[in-house]
């Protein structure tokens, strides 16, 4: 990265700067060894309490931190819908010696005791969402079929194309940093109406979901756009709110593949500018 791009990419991130720090580092180029500055993808432990008890742990890139809390708790299933997170406050800690967040909501009494019935512990690595889980027979692999509303039919050929080669624009930390991934949603062009980064692909889709539960969108109307593999939980997590098409960079898992056609739910790998492979729906 040139310091030219490196300005235009500062200036962008300062109305928000918290998702990457700068650093001294020793650079090793040719054998020379010379003194640099790098950028470095922040991830914090950011705690996820509701109604007053921890639930979970996270690793997450400190931004967007309401919209990933609402994105988790209704692609995790702890609420139904928007309307059932009553309240809900950010709390960030930059100052501690290890900084931290914290997302306080507050659900409707129902899902507060559906939540202390089957809670469980969450591990909280970045990128797994299913760690901490005590039985197999706990794993949610019985996804809800995602309602056909025509979307997939007016999809454009070139949609797929068209959304790979508009998603780096939307990748400012990834460009400053090497190492975030991201989520973007979709219109039925591939147009990209929003995306969001994060350190853990979970907590990107995450924050998307929750963008759109906050601004009240037609999650069957649009699909998700992402930059790593495609996993079990992404693909659960996607079909539980209704979006009919999950597009990845990368491959797919043998279980993420047998989800999405459960669930009527179309799945697309290896994504890029002159093709893609289909893995169908049921």
């Not at 809670?119 to 706990?138: F, H, N, Q």
């Not at 050929?157 to 990834?174: E, I, N």
């Not at 460009?175 to 990209?192: N, P, Q, S």
């Not at 759109?212 to 495609?230: E, I, N």
């Amino acid at each position: 990265m040139n310091p030219t791009q490196s300005d235009e990419l500062r200036d962008e991130l300062r109305d928000e700067p918290r998702g990457a720090i700068e650093l001294s580092v020793r650079r090793t180029r040719g054998g020379a060894v010379e003194t640099a500055h790098d950028h470095v993808g922040q991830e914090w432990p950011v705690a996820l309490v509701f109604n007053g008890i921890s639930h979970a742990v996270m690793m997450c890139t400190p931004r967007d931190l309401e919209a990933f809390a609402v994105g988790f708790a209704i692609s995790e299933g702890i609420v139904a819908r928007g309307s059932d997170i009553k309240d809900i406050e950010v709390i960030l800690h930059a100052d501690a010696p290890l900084p931290h967040a914290e997302v306080h909501l507050e659900v409707v009494q129902q899902a507060f005791a559906a939540l202390k019935d089957r809670r469980r512990a969450l591990a909280g690595r970045t990128g797994c969402g299913v760690c901490g889980i005590e039985s197999i027979d706990l794993l949610d692999l019985a996804p809800e079929r995602v309602p056909d509303t025509g979307f997939l039919a007016r999809l454009a050929p070139d949609a797929l194309a068209r959304a790979a080669h508009g998603l780096p624009a939307h990748q400012a930390l990834t460009k400053l940093t090497g190492g975030l991934h991201a989520a973007a949603w979709c219109d039925a062009t591939g147009a990209i109406r929003m995306a969001f980064e994060d350190v853990g692909r979970h907590n990107a889709l995450d924050k998307l979901i929750g963008s759109l539960v906050l601004s009240r969108a037609d999650a069957t109307d649009g699909f998700v756009f992402l930059s790593s593999r495609a996993s079990y939980e992404l693909v659960r997590k996607a079909a539980r709110v209704g979006i009919p098409l999950v597009a990845t960079i990368s491959a797919p898992s043998s279980l993420a593949i047998e989800i999405a056609k459960a669930a009527g739910l179309r799945l697309v790998s290896f994504c890029r500018e002159t093709g893609h492979v289909d893995y169908g729906t049921a």
